[in-house]
């Protein structure tokens, strides 16, 4: 088609409003194990994986103290964060639950399979691992047949590293 995006275009980056720059570390960094690559004092932080300059910015410019918004409101629904392994997505796990994290769903998309959680200040966070393209389901047209199946955690939690 002559107007698609490029293939190789990906998202690069998520920049958070947050309330409190140390309580959404506790967070992001503490709990799910992201780097702090730079701080900027009190008021905004940049996180990574592996190394990159940043996945996550926090920053308190706008809404130190601040509330989340209303239900019913627009804005961020979640951002999320691909686990390159179904191991690591149940290490993410673990560690959500290690923390206290109470957990909103968890989904098997058929594509892919999904924790849904939030982080302190009320942002919906997705972690998850896709399946390999292979394996996705789809119609016999060729279109993909996504679903909303329940994911058993504890079959996840078999998987990988444990403690």
């Known amino acids: 088609m002559a107007n698609s995006i490029h293939p190789d275009v990906r998202i690069g980056h998520v920049h958070l409003k947050v309330a409190d720059?140390?309580?959404?570390?506790?967070?992001?960094?503490?709990?799910l194990g992201f780097e702090v690559t730079q701080r900027y004092g009190?008021?905004?932080?940049?996180?990574?994986?592996?190394?990159?300059?940043?996945?996550?910015?926090l920053n308190t410019w706008e809404s130190?103290?601040?509330?989340?918004?209303?239900s019913g409101s627009t804005g961020?629904?979640?951002?999320?964060?691909?686990?390159?392994?179904?191991?690591?997505?149940?290490d993410a796990l673990r560690?959500?639950?290690?923390?206290?994290?109470?957990?909103?769903?968890?989904?098997?998309?058929?594509?892919?399979e999904a924790i849904y959680l939030r982080d302190p200040d009320g942002n919906g966070v997705e972690l998850y691992w896709d399946r390999p393209r292979e394996e996705w389901p789809r119609k016999p047209n060729g279109?993909?047949?996504?679903?909303?199946?329940?994911?058993?955690?504890?079959?996840?939690?078999?998987?990988?590293?444990?403690?």
């Open 21 to 31: 720059l140390d309580r959404a570390l506790a967070f992001y960094r503490d709990v």
């Open 42 to 57: 009190a008021q905004a932080a940049f996180l990574s994986a592996g190394g990159y300059h940043h996945h996550i910015g």
């Open 64 to 70: 130190a103290g601040g509330k989340p918004p209303p």
């Open 76 to 90: 961020l629904y979640h951002l999320a964060i691909a686990y390159p392994t179904r191991a690591e997505l149940a």
């Open 95 to 112: 560690r959500a639950l290690r923390a206290g994290i109470p957990l909103e769903g968890a989904s098997d998309h058929g594509v892919s």
């Open 143 to 163: 279109d993909l047949a996504m679903v909303t199946e329940p994911l058993d955690l504890n079959q996840l939690l078999l998987e990988g590293r444990q403690e």
